[in-house]
């Protein structure tokens, strides 16, 4: 193993063909809509070398910094629901009846697409007739909101299906790290007379600390560059009330013909992506390795 | 020892898999393009918008219409891919930055038009048009500087479509005044009925309420198209004060509940399913309440049609907002584009004979509608049509896409009660003004 390992042809033949791909179909493409950015261009005529115009204008457009905050709201809530992932894959992991049937059923979401989860939820929160407003009237609420018709409301209302969507996921990391730590452990913490809380709080999450920082990470950057349930959902609308800063790059892209602006807007989202990548990483990072 | 072997084979094996892969790809493609400009087998690629589950109709007969054009055509096959609406336009913003443009497609008029016919993406027309075949003003539609790049399909207005059945249950009449709409309004929210559907999600909905409300206000006058080719200011009394109208009917609590996050195609299954009494929408629905058997019968029976009503005693009826709907352009870069010109025209003429008697909307090409056993609200709709006296092409598609985005936004903005109408018309006079 070593011996093949310890062949620099071999080490590049084995990374070769996925650094390719990533090449082709990632970094090309990022130092494209640099470019672009650099470009006035509608996307079908000529274009014309403006410099870092639509970038100046980028950071002077309110609408732009509007959906950032939005993009980052959703970041904030992703992590914080982050905890309540963790305690559902703590309870399921502590042998409790069923747990093999919840942490399936908790995984459907993931399987299906974001266009049907957000047709699902659409029809959910249809101000007229959908579930929502049907259960509230029948409570006795004589106006419900209009949850993705309210431009107060309607930023949270997608929030909820999106947690919805990815919970499956990080539980099941979460539910496999959790059943890596050695039986041994916690059978000596019983021993020794600890509580079913205090295991979970000062042993098992401490150990799996590295996994939980990972996700974080992982659901930060997915949130900041998330785009596909509120596309469907509202569209970014009304007028702006849910638009993420993907949204807003889309919209300027394909429907107002701003090629040039909108590979700006693409080539800053990269940019806030990465700068918080790394703010995170130094934040959670730590000195000691755990070892069981 | 064995496992080292192994896993160097494996690896192999997977680099080759992906090679492998990576030349089958070019083989096949460079061996159809072979067959399409070899032996005189032609491929003409024709995208349209009309998928079998929302259009039912429309993709029958333009199935039928590909099917004659290859038997008579034998040497041409027509490559066929269908998207929604949405999705659509997408797709062929994308294909048109990597100019790989469908041979055969259709495309908006007027503004959504102009930054393809500036990026020399569509093939001039006009050897293959014989203007005389088209109601006036629809080829004009589709012209930059006197040449055709568009074939018209459509030519629609809109009206207001009503349910009788819920009229006559409270004893209404179909207004003729915004007045007497506001009564209906209020009769209807009495008893409990949604008065009016409304999907302004998608904004052009909300936009053809405050179109026809401008265009009530001003009498004869097109301000809105006076204003969107600058010849007045967009701060017009008119424009302004239909703005002030809309608000009017959001605070009486016209239309249904949350519209804002509603698609039109939410708000017409409201009206269909009978949950709302009233729809302003265009003929190309027309189908769904007169020939389409998907639809109940009884459900049809119930639909009448009434004209956007006049304000405060100002607007001709006869003037309407609509124009010609989607029409067929011809890809300069295109391989085949004799093929695909013939194509085109040829699709263009059978579907105006039989988008009236198959599909029964209107066609832009010119119809003979006295031969023909059509339903009753069609011949209305049709006689409407010939007596009207302007149609207004509807906002987004006049404007640049820059500022059709701006109108659209501003437009839920203002049912939404977000934005002043005065704020209203500057946001719009400012973004005209910038071009």
Not at chain 1, 47 to 75: C, P, R, V
Not at chain 2, 338 to 351: L, R
Not at chain 2, 409 to 417: E, R
Request: proline share 4%; aromatic share 12%; with cysteine.
């Amino acid at each position: 193993m070593n011996k093949v390992m310890s062949n620099k042809w071999i080490i590049f033949l084995y990374t070769f063909p996925a650094l390719l791909l990533i090449g082709v179909l990632i970094v090309v493409p990022l130092i494209l809509s640099g470019y672009f950015g650099l470009m006035d261009w509608d996307g079908i005529g000529a274009m014309e070398f403006i410099g870092l115009e639509n970038y100046i204008t980028a950071l002077q457009d309110s609408k732009f910094w509007e959906s950032a905050l939005h993009s980052f709201l959703l970041a904030l809530f992703s992590a914080l629901s982050l905890i309540a992932y963790l305690a559902v894959a703590l309870i399921l992991a502590s042998k409790i009846k069923g747990a093999n049937l919840l942490r399936k059923i908790y995984l459907i979401p993931m399987l299906l697409s974001s266009v049907a989860i957000a047709q699902l939820w659409i029809k959910i929160y249809n101000p007229s007739n959908g579930m929502l407003n049907s259960i509230l009237r029948g409570l006795g609420i004589e106006n419900p909101p209009t949850w993705l018709a309210d431009p107060n409301i309607v930023l949270f209302a997608i929030f909820i299906p999106i947690i919805w969507q990815y919970a499956g996921f990080y539980i099941l990391i979460y539910y496999a790290a959790l059943k890596n730590i050695p039986e041994s452990l916690i059978e000596a913490a019983k021993i020794d007379g600890a509580t079913p809380l205090q295991i979970a709080l000062k042993i098992k999450v401490p150990l799996i600390m590295n996994v939980f920082k990972v996700t974080i990470v992982l659901s930060i950057v997915g949130s900041l560059k998330y785009f596909d349930l509120i596309y469907v959902m509202t569209s970014g609308g009304p007028n702006g009330a849910s638009e993420v800063m993907a949204s807003y790059m889309y919209k300027l892209a394909f429907a107002s013909y701003d090629f040039g602006y909108g590979s700006a807007i693409g080539f800053l989202l990269l940019i806030i992506t990465l700068i918080v990548t790394v703010i995170i990483q130094k934040l959670t990072a730590s000195k000691d390795k755990i070892q069981y | 020892m064995f496992k080292k072997k192994a896993i160097a084979v494996f690896g192999i094996f997977l680099l080759s898999v992906f090679l492998l892969a990576a030349c089958g790809g070019g083989e096949n493609e460079s061996g159809s393009s072979e067959s399409s400009s070899g032996d005189g087998d032609k491929t003409v690629k024709f995208m349209h918008l009309w998928p079998e589950g929302s259009s039912a109709q429309h993709h029958k007969v333009v199935n039928e219409i590909i099917a004659d054009f290859e038997a008579e055509n034998e040497d041409t096959t027509i490559e066929l891919e269908v998207l929604s609406n949405e999705q659509y336009k997408d797709k062929i913003k994308v294909l048109s930055t990597s100019d790989e443009l469908p041979d055969v497609g259709m495309t908006w008029a007027a503004g959504y038009m102009q930054p393809y016919v500036d990026g020399n993406m569509y093939a001039a027309l006009d050897d293959v048009i014989n203007k005389d075949d088209f109601v006036s003003g629809t080829t004009e539609a589709f012209s930059v500087d006197d040449t055709t790049y568009g074939l018209p399909l459509e030519l629609n207005i809109s009206s207001i479509f009503y349910n009788k059945a819920i009229f006559d249950e409270y004893g209404l009449e179909a207004p003729e005044t915004i007045e007497e709409l506001n009564e209906i309004v209020a009769t209807l929210k009495e008893n409990g009925v949604n008065p009016i559907a409304l999907g302004n999600k998608d904004a052009w909905t909300g936009s053809m309420w405050y179109m026809y409300l401008a265009n009530r206000l001003a009498g004869d006058e097109d301000v809105l198209t006076q204003a969107i080719n600058r010849e007045i200011s967009f701060e017009d009394p008119a424009l302004v004060g239909a703005a002030e109208e809309v608000q009017k009917l959001v605070d009486a609590d016209s239309f249904v509940s949350g519209f804002n996050g509603l698609a039109d195609e939410e708000a017409k299954s409201m009206f269909m399913g009978e949950q709302a009494a009233m729809y302003l929408i265009a003929t190309w629905d027309l189908p769904n309440f007169t020939t389409n058997e998907d639809v109940p019968q009884e459900f049809r029976d119930k639909v009448g049609y009434f004209k956007f009503p006049t304000v405060d005693g100002n607007g001709n009826t006869n003037n309407y907002v609509g124009g010609p709907g989607v029409g067929l352009f011809v890809a300069e870069n295109s391989d085949v584009k004799e093929e695909a010109k013939n194509f085109a025209s040829y699709f263009v003429e059978q579907w105006g004979e039989r988008a009236v008697t198959d599909v029964g909307i209107i066609p832009a090409t010119k119809v003979d509608a006295g031969s023909l056993d059509l339903p009753q609200m069609y011949v209305d709709v049709l006689d409407d049509l010939n007596a009207a006296e302007n149609i207004t092409l509807y906002a987004d598609v006049q404007m640049s896409a820059e500022d059709a985005q701006v109108h659209l936004d501003m437009i839920q903005a203002l049912f939404g009660g977000e934005v002043t109408p005065e704020d209203f018309a500057k946001a719009h006079e400012e973004a005209l003004e910038q071009e």
